[in-house]
Structure formats: C-alpha cells, structure tokens
C-alpha cells in the first residue's frame, strides 16, 4: 500500500523535478534501460515507456514480484547450481588429487606435455566455465534486470578472485548464497555476509590470520605442526582488514590509520573456514582469536569473541565516510563517472534514514535530478560485458549455456570474477576506452550481425526485415536497435557503405554490424 | 603548431565541455593529427615491466652476505648453496640463472632498497602512486610514462610510439599523449577474411567514428585506425625470433616477443609495458622452488629470450623492472611474507651500468628498518625513473613529468653508463 502511494508521488513528481527539460517518455525509459537495466530489447523502450518509467523503476526495485520463468528454465542447463558448497568441495579434492598424480607421472617418465586432463580436472574447469556463462546469460535474459546490475555490482565491490586456489570452488556459492539474496537487501547484512563468506575469508587470506602464538587444540594439529609441512599459521594477517576499510567501507580517504588497521585484523582473528573434507563453510576458531583489548576507529573492544566481529562491521556500515564511499560508487554507475554532489547527498541522506536500506539508496538516486539531467543521457561508456549483453539483446539473440559469450567479454577486457586486484572493475570509461578494445568491439559486433558470434543465436529476421531499400533498412535499424539514437552522420555512413550491396540480407548484415560497432551503440 | 593547438585546448576545452567535447580528446585528436608515416631513426627505447602484487626484493635479488637474513626467514630463505652470487653480498634467485651472462657483460644491474616516499601498504594506493608518480597525490589523473611523451613532443610522430601489451591501457600511460593498448599484435584490426572487404569496412568504421564520435571514443579509434595502416605493413605473422632465442610460453612471454618485433620493425616504438602478477606471496611462497621461484623464472626467460633476439639491437634499449613495494623482512606465520616497503628493481640493457647493485643498502638490522619491520627506501623511485627518461630517452624536463618533485643527478643511483 505504502508502495503504491509512493509510486504515484514519483510519477506525479518527476515531470516537476525535471523542469524545462522534461525528456520524452521514450527518451526516459531508454534512460533507465540503459542504466538500470542491461539495455532495451527491441521495442522494449515503447512498453516501459508504455507503463510509466517510474512505475517501471518500482516493479524493477520489487524484483520478487517480477516473473521470470524463461530464465528459470534456462538455469536448469547450468549443472554448477545442482552442487552446493561441500559438492563442490569434494570435486576440487578429486581435481587436486589427479592434478597431484598427473605430475608425479609428469615427473617419473619426464614428459613435460601438458595434457588437459579429463575427469575431475575437466569437470572443475567447465564449472568455473559455468559460473561465468551463468553471470552473462542472466544479465541477458532475466526480467529482473536491475537486481542483475546490482549483483554485478556487489559482486565487483566484494570482489574475489576466482583463480586464487579454494576460490575456484569457493566463488559460486559466494555469488549464490552471499551476495545474490543481499543484493538489495541492507548494506549492513551484505557486509557481514561477505565477512563470514569463506569465499572472502580466503581471498584476502583472514582464514589464515591467527592471534600470535594461538595453536589449535587435539593431538592432530600437534602431530602436523611437528610435521615438515608446517601448514598451521601463527600470525595476524591484516589483508581482509586493510581492504574491508579501504574498499569495502570507509575509502581510502575516511580517516583510518595503520593502527586502525591492526586492531581491526586483531578483532577478525579466528574467523576461518572449515577443512574442503567437512564443506570448507565458516568456521569461528576459537582457539585462534587475540582476546586482548582493541581500540578501533576511537572504539574500545573489550573481552574478544565472534560478536566482536559483527559489532566492528555494524559499526563500519553506519559511518558517514561509508555511505559517502559506497554511494559515490554507485551514482558513478549509474549517473556518470564523476557524479555530481546532489545524487551522493541524495544517496547519503537516504541511506542515513533507511539505517542502509539497498533500495531506499537506489530510490534516491533514480529521482535525483542529477540522474535525469541531459548531461548524464549517454555518458557513460559501456564496459564489456555491458556492450556484450546489450548487443545480444538489442539484437534478439539468443545466448547458449556454453562458455563462448563469457570469452567474447574476457577478450574485450573483463574476465568476469577473474579481477585479482580487491579494487574490482573501475566504474569509469578510462579502463575500457582503448584502441585495442574498440576494435575488438567492433569485430564483436559484425560478427553478431553476420550470426557468428561464438555463443549467440541471432534471428534477424524478428527484428529488422531484409530489404532491398537502404533507407527504410537504415531507419529500421536506428529504430529497433539504436531506440532512435543514430546521429545522421552515421546514417550517411553506412547508407554510403551500402550503395554498391545488392543482397538485402547482406546489406541488412552490414548495416547491423556498423550500427552495433560505431559510437552510439557504445555509450549509455 | 603544436603550441597553437595547445593554446586552442585551453581556451576552448572548457566552453567545448558543455558540448561533450572534454579536454582530453581534443588534446589528443590534436597529435594524433601531427603524426607522420616517416621510420624513425633509431632511437632509444624504454621496455617498463610491473611486477603487480609486490616482489620479494630480497628472495629476488638475496642479501645472503647478511646472517640477519637467514635468521629472520627460516622457512623462506634461499640456501647459499642455490644462489647465483654477483658480488659476494648479493646474489640472484636460482630462477634468474638465465641472467647471470648478462650481468656479467656488464648489461644488467640491480637498483636495491627502491621504493616510495609514501608509506602505504596497499597494493593498489602503491601502484598508483607509482604508475601516476606522484606518492601520495590520489588525485593526478595522468601516468608518468604519458606525461614523458606529452613533454618530449620530438617524437610524437607514429601511433606505436607508447604501446602497452594487454587488453587495458595501464595507468601509467593514461593520458593526452596518444598510447596503443595492444593484446596481441596478429589479432589487431578487423577480422574480416578478404582484405578488399576488411579495407573497406575499416574505412567506414573509421569514418563513423570521425565523425560522431567523442571524448575518449573518438582519439581512441583514431589511434586504433592509425596503428592498423602501419601494422600491415610490419606483418606480425611472419615472424621469427633471432640468435634462437625462446621466450616462455604465457602470456608475459609473448608481449616480450611481441616488444622484440616492434623495435626490430623500426615503427617508432619509444615506451613499452608489460605486466606480469602473481608475487603478493602471502602463503607459502616457497625457496629455490615454489610458487616465487615459478613466477621468477617466467620473468628470467622472459628477459634471457629477449635480449638474445635482439642480439646488437640491445645498444639502444633498456628494460626496467617495477614493484609497488616489497615484502616484510620477516617470514610470516605462512611461510610467505607480508607487505613491506623498499624492493628491488632491475635495469637491463646496453646503456646500463651493469654488472652492479646499486643504491644504498641500508641493511637489514632492525635499527635501520622501515617502521621496525621493512627495508627502508634508500632510492625514491622517481630519481631511478628520472634519470632513465634524462640519460637514456634525453627528457629535457624531468620537473614536468614528476611534478612537486625535482629528481636530482646528485640522487641518481646511477643505472645509465653516462
């Protein structure tokens, strides 16, 4: 109830909040499928136009209301959501322990050609396979797409690196069970979740961070610690802790000091996993936890334990310096790369009054004027996999359950969850604005258009008609998939680059590709 | 010509920017421009390697004249018995054997205790630090590396000028000054079968961008299109490596291959960049073997390949190795050690003051440390950039390219033979 009623206030207040410049409803909701969304499909900026951009917004932020039925049928063809974390588990034991025989041969009969290795080693890597391809065939068939934008989106803020040992059976129950059900839900319980994911734990290497001269209880540990492997850790490691507040949090710039820094590892000491053989899940050691007195961030941490933990992340969710970070993070994403003050006050306001409310901060954002300012129209560059996605989608195409779209975005510079640096993506064009890149956009593109590209079924046919007149082909095309935005130079540009094409179905190829590779088709 | 343009930039860049039209493509569009087709003469050239992730300085280049060493990494060490010694206080990981000759010809030095006036452990405040070159300056928007090619517009005339290897531009090339970001040079260019047809749709690719195009968009194809026409000419496919040299399989290896075929194609090439990551060796970082002793011997080749394939051709180039700090002296709870401060780096090349570790070695006693625990920075790493860039490359103006900082002969730790 109290959602219809605001609905409707945001329908009524927006036209005023714009002012003069009042968009076109068509220019509005490409707007908001252009940020809010992984682009328009063909004629889907007529029907949210259709609904109501605002009324559109609100039925994206309540995904769960939202079917999505073609989606869930499709995940049934990603064999990675059948296994939980102990599954998993298990299967990179049997990888490692082939992996472990394969060189023990390797260096008995000195062969030194590396075979591919079928079996546990092959299924592990087609399960890495999957969990990239899963990422890119949601963003583009799902209908909750918002809630796809803000998983990529936390996902790259909490980023792990899926190549680093137990991350690579550790990452597809982070992206399931830690940030896709938080994803918006409250910043707070993200946090914690991301805190006690085993995923992050091993990452940044707080699994291994134990209070000075703590060693485990039983005989076991005592019998390994005497072994020649000595795997048993005997130090603090400040890793998880320098990010959580430089990244994570606070920013780089929100007041910390190094001996913040130490107290704050000193607090996460004995957070750990489980053994992979008992599922590798989130282990509180209590043998492993500095019981001493800590001050952080000007706070006293008395007589230690887990709760310790939760109370430093509350503590670092409801900092001013934190709500400034996270929403500047997210008006760049979705306002423009150095957004205006207004949306991250905005931001910052709402997030003070909802205690951290993912939604009431976006909600703030979607009606800051800043966000329907003309400046911010088209000015932000696609990244890879947003060029990707969109392009398959405004094209009609379908992806398939292989791994080969995933590859198309890694060449064109986003390895998705392969970021081994805890900064993630950046949010700005400069790291995706390249000749290199271009190019490589370019060649993604007119491959689509011809129907090669690896990974993508495309019928061009549902969307564009092959016709031997140029000039409704061209006007077609800036219809269906550019929703209006070709330049009329570009229109001179490829009307020129057809007068000598005879085979409609060749020319409609040529004019497709040139569209969904010239400049237009890169910003958002 | 070029200063009028400049002057245009500045009094129209902020009346364009309300168009769309930002400072830095209008800057870039106008160099681009200025370029000529002409070969270059042979010029020096400046190969940057970073080594993401902080290397171990000291299991790199080993202070095992020093019992303080062995003492604090029990674990870790590197055993006298495996070193390659240089001078009897230092010696080389056993991985970097394949570098020993070069060293001994008197083309490779180590710069020793290197590092950043600013004390951050962070690895990504460090290497921005070190890629924008101004320590504790967040704000610079430009690399070093680009601010060199903006200030030295003598050879501003080909699009393979600066040319960094992988899919992204780096920071330290980020900027006005035109730089190629290059994956891999065979795959450059439209991948269309015929090359009447790949002509033509990348003549109208290049017009669409010409003209609707803007901001970064626009420079960036430019410089794209631009590094096609030379490309095939230089035909990357064909070629062979010399004097039988074999570079690492990888991807390290082959943008060292790939730098070899630039220079020795003659397209202008000034500045490098390859990156390679893999040494933030928190846990068990190993000894002679191990998971630092792997990523080491990658680099070794790598660097042992390259100079022997350009053989002669070294006269004029100079490779330097960069990390954005080193390691705690101390082995950690994990066998692997912890973010620390100074590094060593690595000069190779015929114009350097080989067969030397330079720098002050300030020791490892804990007196001397950095905060107790590191090694403390003895040579600020932009007095070893500055006098690379003044004596090998002949920068005019190294109070441009370092900005706040004035680098000094008198600090130069001497890695150019002068």
């Known amino acids: ?524 | 010509m070029t200063i009028s343009r400049r002057v245009f930039v500045k009094s129209g860049g902020l009346a364009l920017f309300s168009l769309g039209l930002d400072p830095l493509f209008l800057a870039r569009a106008a160099l681009a421009s200025n370029r000529l087709s002409a070969q270059p003469p042979d010029r020096p050239v400046l190969v940057c390697l970073f080594q993401r992730g902080a290397v171990d300085g000291l299991n790199m280049i080993v202070p095992h004249g020093d019992p303080l060493y062995y003492r604090e990494r029990p674990r870790i060490a590197i055993p006298a018995k495996d070193l390659v010694d240089l001078d009897g206080h230092f010696g080389l990981h056993p991985s970097l054997a394949p570098l020993k000759s070069l060293w001994d010809n008197k083309s490779l030095a180590a710069i020793h205790a290197v590092g950043s006036p600013d004390s951050t452990r962070s690895h990504f405040d460090a290497q921005d630090y070190m890629e924008s070159g101004t320590p504790g300056l967040k704000s610079t928007s430009d690399g070093w590396l680009n601010r060199y090619c903006r200030h030295d517009q003598e050879h501003a005339d080909t699009a393979f000028r600066a040319v960094a290897f992988g899919p992204q531009l780096p920071r330290i090339l980020a900027g006005t000054s035109p730089a190629l970001a290059i994956d891999d040079l065979q795959a450059f260019g439209l991948r269309v079968p015929q090359e009447g047809a790949r002509d033509k749709l990348t003549r109208a690719f290049e017009e669409l961008y010409d003209g609707a195009a803007t901001g970064l968009l626009a420079s960036s194809s430019q410089e794209g299109f631009a590094a096609i026409q030379v490309l095939k000419r230089v035909n990357p496919a064909q070629y062979q490596p010399a004097n039988g040299a074999a570079y690492p399989p990888g991807r390290f290896g082959r943008s060292m291959l790939q730098i070899a075929q630039l220079i020795k194609a003659g397209v202008g090439l000034e500045i490098a960049f390859a990156d390679l990551g893999g040494w933030d060796t928190h846990i068990n970082q190993g000894s002679s073997e191990g998971q630092l002793a792997a990523r080491l011997r990658e680099l070794g080749v790598g660097l042992a390949a390259f100079a022997q394939d350009l053989g002669e051709g070294m006269r004029n180039v100079v490779v330097l190795t960069m990390s954005e700090f080193g390691r705690t002296i101390a082995e950690n709870g994990n066998s692997g050690t912890d973010h620390g401060h100074a590094t060593a780096m690595l000069a190779l090349g015929g114009p350097v003051n080989g067969g030397k570790v330079l720098g002050r070695w300030p020791g490892l006693d804990p007196a001397s440390r950095f905060e107790g625990r590191d090694v403390a920075v003895t040579t600020d790493f932009r007095d070893l950039f500055g006098e690379i860039l003044a004596r090998h490359l002949g920068a005019p103006d190294l109070g441009a390219v370092f900005p706040g900082f004035s680098p000094s002969p008198q600090r130069f730790p001497g890695a150019i033979r002068v």
């Open chain 1, 1 to 524: 109830m109290r959602l219809r009623v605001l609905t409707v206030w945001l329908a009524l207040a927006l036209p005023a909040a714009l002012g003069a410049q009042a968009l076109t409803p068509r220019d509005s909701a490409l707007h908001a499928l252009n940020r809010l969304a992984y682009g328009p499909r063909p004629g889907e900026v007529d029907s949210v136009a259709r609904v109501g951009v605002m009324r559109w917004i609100e039925q994206q932020m309540a995904f769960e209301r939202l079917p999505d039925v073609l989606l869930a049928e499709r995940e049934h063809d990603f064999k990675l959501l059948d296994y939980d974390r102990e599954e998993l588990a298990q299967r990179y034991g049997e990888a490692l322990r082939q992996r472990r025989e394969m060189q023990r041969e390797m260096a008995r009969s000195g062969d030194t050609t590396r075979p591919r290795g079928a079996g546990p080693m092959r299924e592990l890597r087609e399960l890495g396979g999957d969990l990239q391809q899963l990422a890119v065939v949601r963003a583009v068939l799902s209908e909750r797409q918002l809630r796809e934008v803000m998983v990529d989106f936390w996902a790259n803020h909490f980023n792990v690196f899926v190549g680093k040992g137990a991350d690579r059976f550790l990452t597809p129950s982070y992206i399931e069970e830690t940030i896709r059900p938080n994803a918006l839900g409250r910043f707070e319980d993200l946090l914690i979740a991301t805190a006690k994911s085993p995923a992050m734990l091993f990452y940044l290497d707080n699994a291994q961070s134990v209070a000075p001269g703590s060693s485990p209880p039983g005989p076991l540990s005592a019998l390994r610690r005497g072994g020649t492997q000595r795997r048993v850790p005997t130090g603090i490691n400040e890793n998880y802790a320098r990010e959580l507040l430089e990244l994570h949090t606070l920013g780089v710039d929100g007041g910390y000091t190094q001996q913040d820094i130490i107290a704050v590892a000193r607090i996460f000491t004995g957070w750990s996993i489980d053994r992979p053989q008992r599922g590798a899940g989130f282990a509180f050691h209590e043998w492993a936890h500095d019981r001493g007195e800590k001050q952080a961030l000007g706070v006293r941490f008395q007589g230690g334990g887990m709760e310790e933990g939760v109370r430093l992340l509350k503590l670092l969710a409801s900092q001013h310096a934190t709500m400034h970070h996270v929403s500047r993070k997210l008006c760049a994403r979705f306002v423009s790369d150095d957004p205006p003050d207004g949306c991250v006050d905005a931001a910052v306001d709402a997030w003070h009054r909802s205690s951290g409310d993912i939604r009431a901060v976006l909600r703030a954002i979607f009606t800051s004027p800043d966000f329907w300012a003309p400046q911010a129209l088209r000015a932000k560059v696609k990244t890879p996999l947003e060029f990707v996605v969109s392009a398959v989608r405004a094209a009609g195409a379908a992806p398939d359950s292989t791994l080969r779209l995933a590859q198309v975005v890694s060449r064109l510079g986003q390895p998705l969850y392969l970021q081994p640096a805890p900064t993630g993506y950046p949010e700005t064009q400069a790291q995706w604005v390249n000749s290199g890149a271009l190019l490589g956009r370019m060649n993604a593109a007119v491959a689509l258009a011809a129907g090669r590209l690896p990974g993508a079924s495309v019928d061009l046919d549902d969307v564009v008609a092959a016709t031997a007149d140029h000039a409704l082909l061209v006007d077609a095309v800036n219809a269906r998939l550019l929703s209006g935005t070709m330049s009329a130079h570009t229109r001179a540009v490829i009307l020129a680059q057809l007068a000598d094409v005879n085979d409609p179905v060749q020319a409609r190829t040529i004019a497709v590709g040139l569209a969904l590779g010239g400049p237009e088709f890169q910003r958002q």
